[in-house]
């Protein structure tokens, strides 16, 4: 299931979820400023295993088009004020793979409430194709990849509205409504 992070303890394991991934893979640990909301994934045994953070994105401002050049992409420039950044999509090494749908459908979640078209992102190359390929996630690889804190990445712009309005075509999808009854099976 996946859940926004509303208290100390669950920012404390955000923290220490996604501080870990980048250890692992040799990234360059980065602590945001401006966040619009962070959500960390949790299995039905109360095992917190993933996170992802969005952050605010301004054609003129945000930090990420020093990278690559996301602010003169057209769709970018089109929905300038209807557009989010991805940051700090991480799962722990023991669940990979497991949890990548809970991870996706709390992007899905955060963008259709926050009326969000697409989001920007600097994403690793094989993560970047599993969204593409087995999840069938609509994204556009703007340019080549590049080094970036300690490893290649891919500068990506995925059409999040394209998903919540077309949830029927992606099987992968959780919405809050299945979290509850899923968890009450759990529990009885």
């Not at 960390?40 to 992802?52: P, R």
């Not at 401002?61 to 700090?88: G, L, M, R, Y």
């Not at 059409?159 to 077309?166: C, F, I, L, M, R």
């Amino acid at each position: 299931m996946f859940k926004r992070v509303e208290n100390e303890l669950e920012l404390a394991m955000f923290n220490g979820i996604w501080t870990t991934v980048w250890r692992e893979k040799g990234y360059e640990l980065e602590f945001s400023d401006k966040s619009l909301a962070k959500y960390i994934i949790v299995t039905d045994e109360g095992q917190y295993v993933g996170t992802t953070e969005f952050k605010p994105y301004s054609i003129t401002d945000s930090q990420i088009n020093a990278t690559a050049p996301f602010h003169e992409h057209p769709d970018v420039i089109a929905a300038a004020s209807e557009v989010a950044e991805i940051d700090k999509m991480a799962i722990l090494r023991s669940f990979r793979g497991r949890y990548i749908a809970d991870l996706l459908s709390a992007c899905v979640y955060f963008a259709e409430g926050e009326r969000i078209k697409y989001y920007v992102s600097l994403m690793e190359p094989v993560f970047m194709r599993a969204l593409r390929v087995t999840f069938q996630v609509p994204l556009k690889k703007l340019g080549d990849k590049i080094f970036y804190k300690g490893d290649y990445v891919n500068p990506v712009l995925i059409d999040v509205e394209q998903v919540y309005q077309n949830k029927h075509r992606f099987e992968w999808m959780i919405s809050p409504q299945d979290i509850l009854p899923r968890r009450r099976l759990v529990a009885e």
